[in-house]
């Protein structure tokens, strides 16, 4: 069995963003990069399939720029085969990402493909749910648990109520939660061999897809800032400010 | 051309988050139609019909529809996808679920999450956990949303008088097969439209000692949330995590207790009319978005702060 795996370069979780002066994004100049967190376990639990005996081969695939190998390599450190890097610049939307995904599909024919299940910058929560639908495959989003059947997978998705669980045939699309499993690090060793896996590079255009965007920025602002609030010195005085001032209890 | 809402419920009633994207979808366009795909849920299509600012109700029942699967669903909304400018649902899991994989159907770019309708095209919508506020307009002719249901009022539930048609089924999507739900039943009020929430995290040291929120939650009728250390650690179930990747609340009055405020939980919380942060940590980043701030040890707040609430004469409820 092949699993693809899609990463994404991100603005680092731990990074406060800063919303440009022009108004059209924000700063990601001299800003720390990372791989989108749940992306992360997507790859991690791929890993786990194949050395479980599961899976015989891991491709990781990212879009984006040149710096955006980075995010492959880093898949590779950690157990990836071999890597895909699509070239391409500005902002790709979900539904093109999406595109260009399913080209690689079918041409590379794997039996799975894992991806996070929202990216931290955009927060769009799409991609997987786009390619499963142009595929006709069927789609287990906010995975935290996968067990590997014979020809399906069962599935347990943390959905608002609680948890849900449902069997997906094979070829299946799955979008990771972070409760799914523990990322785990490079080994210095492992990030060294990395360097050797191979890495193909292609374009957009190089698979026929149109990524001109589809939807206008129009602006992107900073949100409205919270006035600053006051110390309470303890709790009598704190149940006397909700209940006198702010009159909410 | 009119808007196309799909509803979420469970056969017996509307979830109540449907009333809330059903005020977003008027704003969008008047003339407003739900689509309630399930089985047996005579009695939902007529509590929608009874919507205030609903049209009409387009019902397709099947018993295939008794389960929630976007795959069965999907079929549906597409043959009904022709006549509507818009196909909305609520930004929850249920819709975050299904749009994507009606819009790329239609070959349509989708925008997530809105906030804010500015006009039948263009919309406010959070990006980087909310931390910046991004306007998008969409300029594909059929428009895939997903409306964040805590940033709109809910529809009234009584005052109008849309009428009820039958549409018909798809065939069943045999690939995926729905094998069961757990549902966490709970007598406090749901977490996403609580009045009061008071949420643990990590500094709270174990699943035991969420007794203390609980009493405090008990008091003050509120929902109980939790930061995602809490949930990770195990302290607590994934439906109470309030964060980016959780649930997005505002309740009247957020209490957060042991939590230290990452950027992803702020990014569930910060838009709570009240919030009121209690952490020994008195650098801790929830302080920044606090109303009220204490900075103590909760094991000792939170009994003083249920002895001083058994104190006063009344609580709003």
């Known amino acids: ?249 | 051309m009119a808007v196309l809402l799909i509803a979420e419920h469970n056969n017996k009633e509307l979830k109540p988050f449907t009333l809330n994207v059903i005020n977003a979808a008027t704003q969008i366009d008047q003339d407003t139609h739900v689509l309630l795909i399930g089985h047996n849920a005579d009695i939902v299509a007529k509590s929608i019909s009874e919507v205030s600012g609903v049209k009409k109700v387009i019902h397709v029942d099947s018993p295939i529809y008794e389960n929630y699967v976007a795959e069965n669903y999907v079929p549906v909304i597409l043959k009904n996808a022709e006549n509507y400018s818009h196909i909305v649902s609520a930004a929850n899991t249920f819709g975050k679920n299904l749009m994507p994989r009606v819009a790329a159907n239609l070959d349509t770019s989708q925008v997530s999450d809105i906030i804010k309708v500015l006009s039948a095209d263009t919309f406010l919508r959070p990006i980087y956990a909310g931390n910046a506020f991004a306007t998008v307009k969409i300029n594909d002719s059929k428009k895939c949303v997903t409306i964040r249901p805590t940033s709109f009022d809910p529809a009234p539930s009584t005052g109008g008088s849309a009428e009820i048609v039958k549409g018909e089924p798809c065939e069943e999507y045999s690939l995926t097969k729905f094998i069961k739900k757990e549902e966490i039943k709970s007598d406090r009020p749901e977490l996403g439209t609580a009045r009061i929430v008071i949420s643990g995290g990590r500094g709270l040291q174990s699943g035991e000692n969420f007794k203390l929120i609980t009493a405090v939650a008990d008091k003050l009728n509120a929902a109980i949330g939790a930061s995602r250390a809490a949930v990770d650690a195990g302290y607590i179930t994934n439906d109470h995590q309030v964060g980016q990747t959780g649930k997005v609340v505002v309740p009247d009055l957020y209490i957060a207790v042991g939590i230290s405020g990452a950027i992803q939980h702020l990014a569930g919380m910060k838009e709570s009319k009240v919030i009121v942060a209690i952490n020994k940590d008195g650098e801790a980043p929830i302080f920044s978005v606090a109303d009220y701030g204490l900075e103590a040890d909760l094991f000792e707040a939170l009994p003083q702060f249920l002895e001083e609430l058994n104190k006063l004469n009344t609580i709003q409820k």
Not at chain 1, 5 to 20: E, G, P, S, W
Not at chain 1, 134 to 154: G, R, Y
Not at chain 1, 156 to 176: K, M, Q, S
Request: a neutral charge; aromatic letters at 2%; hydrophobic letters at 40%.
């Open chain 1, 1 to 249: 069995m092949k699993i693809l795996v899609a990463v994404k370069r991100v603005i680092d979780y731990n990074v406060q963003i800063r919303v440009k002066e022009d108004n059209s994004g924000v700063v990601t100049d001299n800003v720390k990069m990372s791989t989108n967190p749940p992306d992360d376990n997507a790859i991690e639990e791929a890993v786990k399939i194949k050395e479980a005996g599961k899976a015989t081969e891991i491709v990781a695939i990212t879009i984006g720029d040149d710096k955006a190998q980075e995010t492959v390599r880093k898949a590779l450190a950690v157990g990836a085969d071999r890597g895909i890097h699509i070239k391409a610049d500005g902002i790709i939307e979900p539904l093109a990402v999406s595109k260009i995904l399913k080209a690689v599909v079918e041409k590379e024919k794997p039996d799975l493909v894992f991806m996070g299940k929202q990216a931290i910058d955009d927060d769009c929560n799409q991609t997987g749910q786009m390619l499963a639908a142009l595929l006709n495959w069927p789609q287990a989003t906010f995975a935290s648990k996968i067990d590997v059947k014979d020809k399906s997978l069962e599935v347990t998705r943390e959905v608002d109520e609680g948890l849900e669980t449902i069997e997906v045939n094979i070829p299946a699309i799955v979008t990771c939660d972070l409760r799914l499993n523990e990322p785990r690090y490079a080994s210095l060793p492992n990030i060294m061999k990395a360097k050797k896996k191979p890495l193909d590079q292609m374009s957009a255009t190089d698979l026929g897809v149109d990524t001109k965007p589809r939807i206008e920025q129009i602006k992107v602002e900073e949100p409205p800032k919270r006035k600053a609030g006051i110390k309470v010195a303890n709790v009598a005085e704190l149940v006397n400010k909700l209940k006198n001032e702010a009159k909410v209890i």
